[in-house]
């Protein structure tokens, strides 16, 4: 059986009792490592599986993955994700895969904490998100405005949107493979400051007043650990706000707010009398 395991968000420990077992007991095991990171090293997790384990980048995903599949029929290979098992459709295609191979091999779905739950430590009640929408990182000749329409539908219905940020990690140089060589690029984790700066120049560009520089949103880092993080401000004041390491994750506040809700994300502005002004003329009895 083929068997993916959510780890959660933090570290070696946040593994569920049931996954735990099921890795123990594993012929090979395999950690996904390019659409999320836990916040410890791969050998942490090793020393405390008590079992080897092989780095499954996107590469290996996407175009070796009748390796990861061999065998899958006759032993069990446990497949790990950061946080919950279906927060990435590149799992659900691995699944799917199982399903066609011949002979199809048997999966099984471990659950766990995702970004998609953690963001509730906003005190931002989960039913009242929309559509969760990436950024990806800008390049000077590449800006995508996609995502922006995603957001305006949120915000039509006064629903926040959960944007998670792109990392990048083992990614090709473009520069290199366009000289026959392969060449990867040092790591790189969007910020909540970055986040907010390509929002803001995306809104420049569209000039749809969807969310503006003095528009509320929450900045969170390093959900669910020990360290995490959260920040309430304007866009244009996040911005400016250093989170530390990664993961990073932003909030929009949509306008159909709770004053319960209110209540909560008070505590993590950044400057309270701001806040209260803002909030008071954007979102108060909306």
Known sequence: MLYLIGLGLADEKDITVKGLEIVKKAERVYLEAYTAILLVDKEQLETYYGRPIIIADREMVESASDDILAGADTADIAFLVV???????????????CRTSTPPIPTRAIPNASILTAVGATGLQLYAFGQTVSMVFFTDNWKPTSYYDRIRENASLGLHTLLLLDIKVREPSLEALARGRRVYEPPRF??????????????????????GPDSLAAGVARAGSEDEQIVVGTLSQLCEVDMGRPLHSVVLLGQRTHDMEREFIREFAVDLDVFDRV???DYEGK
């Open 83 to 97: 946080g919950d098992p279906f927060s990435a459709t590149t799992h659900t295609d691995l699944l799917l895969r």
């Open 190 to 211: 969007m910020t909540v400051a970055q986040c907010c700066a390509q929002m803001l120049e995306t809104e420049a560009e569209r000039a749809e007043g969807v969310y």
């Open 279 to 281: 909030w008071k003329r």
